[in-house]
Nanobody, 123 residues
Framework: QVQLVQSGGGLAQAGGSLRLSCAASQPISTNSPMAWFRQAPGKEREFVAA????????YYSDSVKGRFTVSRDNAKNTLTLQMNSLKPEDTAVYYC????????????????WGQGTQVTVSS
């Protein structure tokens, strides 16, 4: 069983930056996507960002495009989300996800999930 362990996050003021990391206990196939989702109180879990096959394609929700950057280090089995220009509406629990196989990167049907980490942005 692959475990995804998240770190980072925390509290930031609007306009600030935070970084999230996700470390996989086993290598993740480079032709399978990894992604970040988030869930705010009272809302459904939503797609945030993903990096696709071989790390060559990045995908972002419209709400974070231009502010967040997703990357992966296949050698270290890690996934990172750099969050800049944070807004209060970014406040949520963020989850990393990984797939065993190739799939549409933005869909939520991932095989492995991290434990979640809180991101809180104050106005």
């Amino acid at each position: 069983q692959v475990q995804l362990v998240q770190s980072g996050g925390g509290l930031a003021q609007a306009g600030g930056s935070l970084r999230l990391s996700c470390a996989a206990s086993q290598p993740i196939s480079t032709n399978s996507p990894m992604a970040w989702f988030r869930q705010a109180p009272g809302k459904e879990r939503e797609f945030v960002a993903a990096i696709g096959n071989w790390g060559r394609s990045e995908y972002y929700s419209d709400s974070v495009k231009g502010r967040f950057t997703v990357s992966r280090d296949n050698a270290k089995n890690t996934l990172t989300l750099q969050m800049n220009s944070l807004k209060p509406e970014d406040t949520a629990v963020y989850y990393c996800a990984a797939s065993r196989t190739n799939k549409p990167p933005t869909a939520p049907d991932y095989d492995y999930w991290g434990q979640g980490t809180q991101v809180t942005v104050s106005s």
